[in-house]
C-alpha cells in the first residue's frame, strides 16, 4: 500500500522503516529541512538499536523515501499516519497544534480518500477534531474527498523500538467505519503473516484510552515499587527479594518492579500528566495518577539525599554520575531523572563527572560544572562518590574492588541498583543501594 508518515521523531521513523519492511511504499515527511537532508544522507537523528541498518536496507530497496515537501509526501498516499510531537502546556494539557497541521496538510494535499491514522499519543476525542480539521480545510479548498480518522497507537519502548514495532505484543486499531478497518487490517496483513499477535479492533475513543491508560498504569507500578523501596530502607527489608517474589503472580508480573530514581522520557511524565488533565475536564480527579507523580518526584531526589547523608556537604565534591539517557539503550534525556540529581548537585556547590556510552552529546554544554568522560573508569578515578543514574550494562562489569579503588572516597550511592549491595560493603564501601540497608554514614 501507499503509506505517509508526518513527523519522523522517534516514532515515525521507526514506524515508516518498519511499514517498508513490511512491503508498503512509504514516505516519511517532516518540515525540518535539516532532519530530511540527515536522513537522506543516511544519518539518524537519534539513537535506537538496529534502526540505521533498517532504514537502510529500504532506502536502497526504494520502499522507503523521505521527503520535506508536503505535496510529494501526501499526494497519492492511501494511509497516512500522524506521528507528530505533543509537547505539553504548562497546565500539563498536551499541545495538540502539529497534529492539527498535519490534518489540514492532508486535506490540502491529498488528491483522493485517505484513511488519516493517528499514532501520536493524544487525548480522548482527538478523533473528532482531526476529522473536524479535515472537514474545514477540505471545505475551504472546495475539496470533495471524504477521509476517514482511526486511531492506531503506538507502544514502543525507546531502546527496542524496532523490535517492539516488527514484533508487537499487540496491535490496537480503532475505527468508526467498516470500510477503516478494512484498510487497516490491509496495512497489518504482511506484519500479521510473520508475526502473530492480538489485533484488537474497537472504537475511535477507546482506542485513544488504551494508550493513555496502559502508560499510566506502568508509571504507578514503577511508584509503587519505589514506594515500597522507602519502607524496606526504613525496615530492613530488601526490595529486590519482595518484588521478586511479588512478580511470581501472574496477576502482577515482574516487569515495571524495579526500584529506582523514577521514570523519565518524552512518553510517562507527559502522558501521565496528561491523562490528569484529561480526567479533571470529564469531571474526575484522578488522585491515585496525582500520587503516582508525586513519588516519582520523590524517587528523583533520593540520590541526592543519599549523598548529603555520606558525605555531609557536597561544596567543591567531585561526584561521578553514571548514566545520563533516562533508560539504557537510548540517548534520550527527556526527562531523565540524570537531570534533576545533576541540577541538585551543581545547586549544592559539586562538580559533577558525567558519562553515558550514548547520550553525552545530548548534554554538552548544558551544565555549568560538568565535566564530560568517554571512560567510565576515567569518570570514576578520584571522585569523591559516584551515582548511577542509567543501569548501563557495561557499569555492570565494573567489579566493586575496582570502585574502591578508583574512588577517592568510598561512597557509592547505587539509584538503578547495577551492583550488589553486599559485594559492594565486602569491598569496603559506604552503600546506599534502592530499597536495601544503608551501611551507614562515612566515618560512623
Known amino acids: ?75 497519492d498516499r ?35 480518500p485517505v484513511v488519516v491514522a493517528e499514532k501520536s499519543t493524544v487525548p480522548v476525542r482527538t478523533g473528532e477534531r482531526i476529522r473536524q480539521a479535515l472537514a474545514l480545510e477540505s471545505q475551504a479548498r472546495q475539496g470533495t474527498a471524504h477521509h476517514e480518522v482511526v486511531s492506531n497507537p503506538e507502544f514502543l519502548r525507546e531502546g527496542s523500538a524496532v523490535e517492539d514495532t516488527l514484533r508487537p505484543d499487540r496491535i490496537v486499531v480503532g475505527a468508526d467505519s467498516t470500510n477503516a478497518h478494512e484498510v487497516m487490517r490491509r496495512v497489518y496483513t504482511p506484519q500479521l503473516e510473520r508475526h502473530d499477535c492480538p489485533y484488537v479492533e474497537t472504537d475511535v475513543k477507546t482506542a485513544e484510552l488504551i494508550k493513555h491508560a496502559s502508560n499510566a498504569f506502568l508509571a504507578t507500578k514503577i511508584s509503587f515499587i519505589n514506594a515500597v523501596a522507602r519502607v524496606c530502607e526504613l525496615t530492613g527489608a530488601d526490595v529486590e527479594t519482595v518484588a521478586d517474589a511479588m512478580g511470581h503472580d501472574p496477576r502482577i508480573g515482574r516487569a515495571f518492579l524495579n526500584a529506582g530514581i523514577g521514570y523519565g522520557g518524552s512518553c510517562f511524565p507527559k502522558d501521565v500528566e496528561a491523562f490528569v488533565h484529561i480526567a479533571a475536564e470529564l469531571g474526575y480527579d484522578f488522585g491515585l495518577l496525582r500520587e503516582t507523580q508525586r513519588i516519582n518526584r520523590e524517587a528523583k531526589v533520593w540520590p541526592v539525599h543519599q549523598l548529603r547523608r555520606l558525605l555531609w556537604n557536597l561544596q567543591d565534591k567531585e561526584i561521578a554520575v553514571l548514566g545520563v539517557a533516562f533508560k539504557p539503550g537510548t540517548d534520550d534525556i ?40 568517554e571512560d567510565a573508569r576515567e569518570a570514576l578515578r578520584g571522585a569523591h562518590a559516584v551515582v548511577t543514574c542509567t543501569e548501563w550494562d557495561e557499569y555492570r562489569k565494573i567489579e566493586p574492588e575496582q570502585l574502591a579503588e578508583l574512588l577517592a572516597y568510598p561512597v557509592v550511592v547505587d539509584g538503578r541498583n547495577v551492583w550488589d549491595p553486599a559485594a559492594l560493603e565486602a569491598a569496603n564501601l559506604r552503600v546506599a543501594s534502592v530499597g536495601t540497608p544503608f551501611s551507614g554514614d562515612l566515618g560512623a
Open 78 to 112: 492511501e494511509v497516512v499516519f500522524i506521528c507528530v510531537g505533543t509537547p505539553s502546556r504548562e497546565d500539563g494539557s498536551p499541545n495538540l497544534a502539529y497534529v492539527q497541521a498535519a490534518a489540514q496538510a492532508v486535506a490540502a494535499h491529498a488528491r483522493g
Open 334 to 373: 527527556r526527562d531523565a531523572p540524570a537531570l534533576d540529581v545533576i541540577d541538585a548537585l551543581e545547586a549544592d556547590g559539586a562538580s559533577v563527572r558525567l558519562h553515558d556510552p550514548v547520550a553525552l552529546d545530548q548534554v554538552r554544554g548544558r551544565f555549568a560544572r560538568a565535566e564530560l568522560y
Open 1 to 75: 500500500m501507499r503509506v505517509g508518515v508526518l513527523g519522523v521523531g522517534h516514532v515515525g521513523l521507526v514506524t515508516a522503516a518498519c511499514m517498508a519492511d513490511f512491503g508498503h511504499d512509504v514516505i516519511g515527511y517532516d518540515d525540518d529541512g535539516h532532519k530530511i537532508a540527515a536522513l537522506r544522507a543516511g544519518d539518524m537523528p537519534f539513537y535506537e538499536p538496529d534502526l540505521d541498518r533498517l532504514v537502510a536496507d529500504n532506502v536502497s530497496t526504494g520502499r522507503l523515501r523521505f521527503s520535506g515537501d508536503a505535496v510529494e509526501a501526501l499526494s
